[in-house]
């Protein structure tokens, strides 16, 4: 095989499978920011989602079992950024890394007792006839539940947030909580909810991380996935369906400088490990040069941009 | 007054609580009556690879010297933070320090200089001090082995390495792969690929994909803990080799053998020459013949004549009929490394910096 | 009681009172007796001589990163960079040192300071202008970059810095004498720290006093009135993030220079964010800072302690700072909250 064929064979199963825990991350963060809050506490969330998915599907067998502990895990952590963020109205950054750091550590101490476990993990999805197909049948071979589940969710999300009344309310509140009251609907709440749902949301990326894609628990193994969502929902303009090709950018620069290794390109791998954060980054600054950050939700852009 | 402990799974009452206080106090104001040893950790303790296999040591080094009490920490950089964490516990009373990490030798030799009464043995290291020696076990022949099965099993005649970092014990392990397989198959590569981290396993399982994609279909490495990638090859359908600590239980199907530490009783040894004031720093290096290293049980894709002639090899090694690093060698550029029948250095050996030829990557 | 609880002293006592209730509670959650773990804590942070060195050898950088993250907080930034601009300084630092080891001469320590810190403050800068000009919000861009500057770090180690002599081990060759600050009684403690307060202390008298503290002030309470009145804002933000840049690659080459002896990957032991954690336990007030480094760098340096004498493992500092954030935290938003019930 050369090198381009290296590189490019299951090039996209590879994006699309590193991308899957970061992408549930970028959704629950983008549901939050919508409404206003920015959580820097994802990354715990995906931790502490990695934990407890992974000790529960050791511990009763279930893999699906699993992924809920770990939605439940990270909902228990993002109550914290609520309650300070909003009932406590502290600093929202304070906050987000306050419980980041919780995250951090809680996942690690109790996790120690789980390394080690061999788990019952999901079995690719059957494609049957289509996993012959040329191109088409290597993706679809390799996409597992958790896969399935992260790009269905873009567009439910995305037809929810967009099609429906609590969308809209949702959005209100993001871009004026005072007319967003006036109209009936309390802020404070619409917020609580947000955080909440994308701390189930990141729980759930975390064990997808730990449960399906690499069926191993170890401390800090999200290495910065649930930091980098938070700034890729603003690359996705805070728009659910740009979710999937933002999280696809980054997952995708990740599997490409491995597999530019495995093709043994002259570049060094540590210059090869900067790419997904150079590449997230040069986006970025796109981004702000093509529309100077509008579609931001403005509540969201007074929090930010003081 | 009730809570619940997950850890231990038992309600925690009253009386607990006071008798945990009062072995912590314990603990902390106890005189030194027992000898204290102190280990470091570079990773977790827990990681079911490399740490754990030093820490499996501390404990047969507890259960088996008398009167011995351990301290040990873990998640300690490579940097002057260890300076520091062993500088504490000289001060809470080890007179002995474990410093099972590479990249802990001139911390160690410092602090040597400074408590001449303290011994400290340090893992891997090539300098030694007045009071520190180092130990460590050599794991090349145990891998030439596995390298062979791996050789054997291949039929693409392509094999895979993760690695962590491209330091002299990872270089030799690539290289004595490399050479195993060779000599069952000659035209076998190894692709290497850095993860850039002792624990990552999303890069791991990454990393085994894209060699995987590759044509891959035997995996070496030498990572914190081989548990991520003996899995997703045993997902794939390929096979892996193990490191540090046997994985088959996680793979059953993947994996080929593996090559084990068993650090206990050379720990054991040293404790004690140093207890009986007989003790004097040198290079311990245990090996396949000495049982430090341990070459894993054969999984079910190696067949009844691969065993045979591995073991046969193995025997060759044991009765120093064959030396993995002896000429001729030939370097990845076709520059010539040792000439036939030469021996390699310690010197060359201890900092190795170069791959042999059939190996696809590079150092840097 | 409720007037007592809002003064000064009354609402030290309350967070330090909720601190103490959480971590005390985790403490028992996981069956071990509070007393003697807060207790083991203070002694390993503080208990002897040796352990007083060591929380201020872990001081150093933590101070200066927190002023790092301060100094453009007075005009409404939020920025993370202060690990990657530590990374970076101690990265050009080092190239000095290595272009210059057989020199001598006092002005060669100095010079390598001066060549981290603007190294260090040039790539704050960049951040910055991506803010200023662009918009772009300077918490995710530092945040990626300082991924960026700790893969450079690693790049040279194990590239083209990586000293022959250390028999293949990454780091870079030993720095020569004339590159290593002076020590104090034997210990690690360097000179750094008490450049550090100076520092802190400069900042402060800066920015209370003179007119240039309060255009940041006016530029960060209300932006659209100081611009009218003619203050720059971007250059201002870029001021800020360079200065703030410098600071923390100072305490990256002073790190490497002094507690390290060479570059090597992994030297920051998290000061960065350590440092933004002070900043804002400080309320980015560069007096308090002073205090707070210490005590955070008390409760990291304890960790030690935890893991050897209470047996529990290194996670458990990351939970105890964890901890101590959100103690503080809820007691602000609680005093808050009883500030606004009093009218």
Redesign the interface.
Known sequence: MDSLEIVFSGFLISALRSATPLLLALLGECLGQRTGIINLGTEGQMLIGAMAGYGATAAFGNPWLGLAAGAGAGLSLASVHATLAIGARANQFASGLAVWMLGSGLSAYFGAAFVGRKIASFDSVDAGAVATWPIVGSLVSGVTPTVLIALLLVPVIGIWMYRTRTGLRWRAVGESPDSARAAGVSPAWVQVQAVLAGGLLSGLGGAALSVDYTRTWAEGMSAGRGLVAVGLVIVARWNPWWTLPAALLFGGAEALSLRLQAANTPISAHLLHTLPYVVSLVVLTLTYVRARASGAPAGLTAVMDR | MK??????EST?KLH???A??AA??A??FGAATAQTI?YIYVG?????GYN?SHDLGRQFVEKNVAGTRT???????????VE??M???I??GASIVFATS??Y?DYAIALGKKYPKVSFMHAGG?KLGDNVGTYWANSDDAIYLAGMAAGSVTKSGKL?FIAA????QV?RSINAFTLGAQAVNPNATT???????W?????????S???I???VDVIGEQV??P??IA??AE?RGIHVIGKDVDVS??APKAVLTGASWNWGPAMVKVVNEIKGGKWKPSHIRGDLKDGTVVLDPFGPAVTEPVRKTILAKKDDILKDKFEVWSGPLVAQDGKELLAAGKPMSMEML????FFVKGV???V? | MRSFILTGPGRLVVTILAVLLLTSGFFIAIGRDPFSLLWLIARSAVGDGYALTETLVRTTPILLCALATALPARIGLITVGAEGQLYFGALIGTGFVLANLNGTGPWLFFAMLAAAMLAAGAWAAGAALLKSHLGVNETIVTLLTNYVAALLVTWVVYGSWKNPASQGWPATAEFPAAFKPFTFFDSRVHVGLWIAVALALMLHVLLTRTRWGLTLDILRSNPRAGIAAGLRWRRNVVLTMALGGMLAGLAGILETASIQGRLQANISAGAGFSGFLVAWLARNHCLRIVPMSLLVGALLASGDGLQMLANLPSSISLVVQGLLFVGVLLAGGGLRRLERGHG
């Open positions: 809570f619940r402990n997950p850890q231990k925690v607990h609580l006071l945990s206080a912590t106090l603990l902390t102190g977790p303790e827990k990681d079911y754990t301290l040990h920490v873990e998640n300690i950089p490579e940097t002057a933070e520091r964490v500088e504490r516990m001060k809470s590479y990249g030798l090539l895979g970092f491209p330091i002299p270089v692709t290497v690929v850095w993860t850039g981290g624990l990552d396993p999303a890069k791991e399982a990454e990393a994909n894209s060699l994609d590759a044509g914190d803990s548990i991520t899995q997703t997902k239980k996680f201890e900092s190795m910096d696809v990557g590079s840097k």
